[in-house]
């Protein structure tokens, strides 16, 4: 027995029952899927799986969803197991590489699966035992969840997955699928919280209360009323107190803070700490402290010193969102850490991943405005934000209030707080990269097995049972009817015939009738015609038996239920291979635009392997067809930004332009990009292509030497947003200087690009 393997194995601490049940699975030689509460502890499965790398001389890989999370990774194991042992790889970063522990984003992860420009599989994972996947749920994510299942799938069998979850509807179906497509794996699934969880409600109309959001058994506490609408046009009094600086009062004096207040506005974020500069939330040593660690900061980063933001911190408030500098968002979690910032508001990206965890935390709405209007959030959502409340070893209880309004009753609101996590669904979606990737390692068969074993195939199988269920039920259905037990043995058409003649003989007989009726001659023909249609039926046995009518019925509705049978039918076949028609029309376009010839990559095919961007074919036609030769390297920069800029946005300032050479460029790739979408459209393939220029003239002048300030002077673009989509296109500018075949010079003007770019506010924050 090793030392990891006696009492609490290894920790210091008595480890809760889901985790030593995780740890003897992984001991057991076991893949493990942990779906536990935000905060409930599944960190320490890693930290054992990483102790037992350590103890049996093997390595881990650690892959988080941001970079973010990575570079808190990398600072925390670094300072738990010793730098030289602990690296990172995020893309644009590599630390210590060959350590026995390599933090890494799971996309860096998957393109190493793929052995494109990371080098070989076989060296990459080198004596690797383990591979620790943090925040699985993101492969909920519409746009890069597809990596999370690439990676299960191509992971090496004798690597053990320890994949941890926040809590999911469908936990067992995930477990199901890794333990069919990568080798046996268990489940533990945990509703434990260290620290359980209190909902409370907080409107405009019950002042300074906080009411119990419900009973002890349960239910909607009655004293909650639905609000009013206040009338239209109605003015507020100019001096009256607003709600959330009142809530933040209240916190105060009942002792819970601190608070994270989500809000879903990066507007409203900034504008609500300003409405809070009358509050004074620290006493005195702490704010000592909080002076101090700003003033240390600001040294190690002067260009923050500048920020707008900065007053508001001394009164312990602050906003965090995707608009704001990376390096002040890495200050608010520090001082947040610290307990030196007693209210956060943030829009709900804070939720996911990072180290905050609050005495509080406030949902501003149950609802929150999208591209397609507003919506009411997911049980996930709601249980992601109010999963932050509560912090292990400090705090009895978390306390999560949701702010009520007319607009949603509180047993809106209370259904909400019950209700369970969605279940993961499947964000598979081939693509060129990936269509290249896997033909240049496997036949077209062997890929259509790789494409069987998606996760999205696993949950159209079962996202299909119903339809399963109902075609048998059909089946049983039509089957009886054609298969009628008969007591005279006659066949479908002799009851048919039957009928026939009985529908012939009611016709003559009707018409006989009113024929007579009128006196016209031929009534007598018509009568003649009935009685002989009469006889013919007597000599049926359908004509005595008494399960006639429902033999007849049944063949009468029996088109509509094969008409059915066929349409579930189609459906079920059309849903099983959507991921499987969706390849081969990828190779179609490859095939047609030269990336692929006789089912291999062609020399353009292995560059599309290798490249990392939205749509691959369209880049790398860029790169061959030489509308970057010749371009210096703030030139490069701005067209590389124009592919990397996802967003558009409706109103926007910009003072810049780009210049000649740049919007030359970009003539000539929207021109190709108009050439690609059409065979697409032929095709159904919906690939985005992005060539927005929006922040083309931004970059251009950044890689220039603008300063920061000059650069966005008198423009309404969050700071945040210019950084995150620098770094995008540096990401992009890197791919030039990687991938095999691309012009030498082409590459070396993506090398200076990067250098211009990469300096403070955008180079990387460790």
Not at 147 to 163: F, G, T
Not at 299 to 313: T, V
Not at 341 to 364: D, Q, Y
Request: one cysteine or more; a neutral charge; aromatic letters at 10%.
């Amino acid at each position: 027995m090793n030392g990891l393997e006696q009492e609490n194995y290894g920790f210091s601490f008595k480890l809760d029952s889901f985790q030593v049940e995780a740890i003897e699975h992984i001991n057991s030689g076991n893949s493990v899927v942990v779906c536990a509460p935000t905060g409930a502890g599944k960190t320490v499965i890693a930290e054992y799986a990483i102790m037992r790398a350590l103890d049996l001389g093997k390595r881990l890989f650690y892959t988080t969803p941001l970079k973010a999370l990575s570079n808190q990774k990398f600072h925390d194991f670094s300072s738990l197991y010793g730098e030289e042992k602990v690296g990172l790889l995020t893309g644009d970063i590599s630390i210590n590489r060959e350590a026995q522990i390599v933090i890494m984003t799971t996309e860096v992860f998957r393109n190493m699966l793929y052995g494109t420009t990371l080098g070989k599989i076989e060296e990459n994972l080198k004596n690797v035992s383990y591979v620790v996947l943090d925040e699985v749920h993101y492969m909920n994510d519409e746009q890069r969840g597809t990596v999370w299942e690439e990676s299960i799938i191509y992971c090496p069998n004798n690597i053990q997955l320890v994949a941890l979850s926040a809590t999911i509807a469908n936990a067992r179906e995930l477990t199901d699928w890794i333990n069919k497509v990568h080798g046996r794996t268990e489940l533990v699934n945990s509703d434990f919280r260290p620290v359980p969880l209190r909902f409370f409600y907080y409107a405009e109309s019950q002042e300074h209360r906080i009411l119990p959001l419900f009973t002890p058994e349960g239910r909607l506490n009655k004293s909650i009323k639905p609000e009013k609408r206040s009338k239209r046009f109605a003015k507020r009094p100019s001096k009256s107190e607003k709600l959330h600086v009142k809530l933040i009062k209240t916190l105060n004096d009942k002792d819970m803070l601190p608070a994270i207040y989500f809000m879903f506005s990066r507007k409203r974020c900034n504008k609500n700490i300003e409405d809070c500069m009358g509050l004074n939330l620290l006493n005195k040593f702490e704010e000592r402290r909080l002076n101090h660690i700003i003033d240390e900061y600001i040294i190690e980063n002067p260009y923050l010193a500048k920020s707008r933001h900065l007053e508001y911190l001394y009164h312990g408030v602050a906003a965090h969102h995707a608009g704001l500098l990376p390096g002040w968002k890495g200050l608010i979690e520090k001082l947040f850490q610290q307990g030196l910032i007693k209210v956060v508001f943030a829009t709900e990206t804070l939720a996911a991943g990072i180290n905050m965890p609050a005495r509080t935390t406030i949902i501003s709405s149950i609802s929150k405005r999208t591209d397609d209007g507003h919506r009411v959030l997911t049980p996930s959502e709601y249980l992601q934000m109010s999963g932050r409340a509560g912090r292990r070893g400090m705090d009895e209880v978390g306390y999560v209030i949701t702010v009520g309004d007319a607009y949603h009753p509180p047993e809106e609101i209370a259904e909400l707080a019950a209700s369970a996590a969605n279940p993961l669904e499947s964000r598979f979606t081939p693509g060129y990269s990936m269509v290249m990737n896997l033909l240049q390692r496997f036949t077209v068969e062997e890929a259509r097995e790789l494409i069987l074993k998606s996760f999205g195939y696993h949950t159209s199988v079962e996202r299909l049972k119903p339809l399963h269920s109902e075609i048998e039920n059909l089946y049983k259905t039509i089957e009886g009817i054609k298969n009628f037990d008969c007591p005279y043995d006659l066949k479908e058409e002799d009851v048919r015939e039957f009928n026939k003649l009985k529908n012939l003989h009611i016709q003559h007989r009707k018409t006989a009738k009113a024929l007579k009726k009128q006196g016209a001659a031929e009534a007598r023909e018509y009568e003649v015609k009935t009685r002989e249609f009469e006889g013919k039926l007597r000599g049926s046995k359908c004509y005595v038996c008494k399960t006639y009518k429902k033999h007849i019925k049944g063949l009468e509705i029996l088109p509509r239920f094969e008409k059915k049978y066929r349409r579930i039918t189609d459906a079920i076949e059309y849903e099983k291979d959507i991921y499987w028609r969706q390849f081969l029309n990828l190779m179609k376009i490859a095939e047609l635009t030269g990336h692929l010839q006789e089912n291999y990559p062609t020399k353009k095919g292995l560059m599309t392997a290798a490249a990392r961007t939205e749509n691959e074919v369209f880049f790398i036609e860029l790169i061959v067809r030489g509308f970057l030769n010749g371009l210096n390297y703030a030139e490069l920069a701005a067209v590389m930004c124009a592919i990397a800029t996802e967003e558009t946005r409706n109103s926007f300032y910009q003072r810049f332009r780009p210049n000649k050479p740049v919007r030359k460029a970009l003539h000539e790739a929207n021109d190709l990009m108009r050439k690609l979408n059409r065979l697409q459209q032929e095709y159904s393939v919906a690939i985005p292509i992005n060539l927005n220029p929006d922040y083309s003239a931004l970059i251009e002048k950044w890689a220039l030497g603008m300063d920061w300030d000059e650069l966005l002077e008198g423009s309404d673009i969050d700071e945040g947003d210019v950084v995150r989509i620098f770094k995008r296109t540096v990401d992009l500018l890197r791919q030039l200087t990687v991938i095999s075949g691309v012009d030498k010079e082409l590459s070396r003007t993506a090398g200076m690009a990067i250098d211009c770019i990469n300096r403070d506010p955008v180079a990387e924050i460790l």
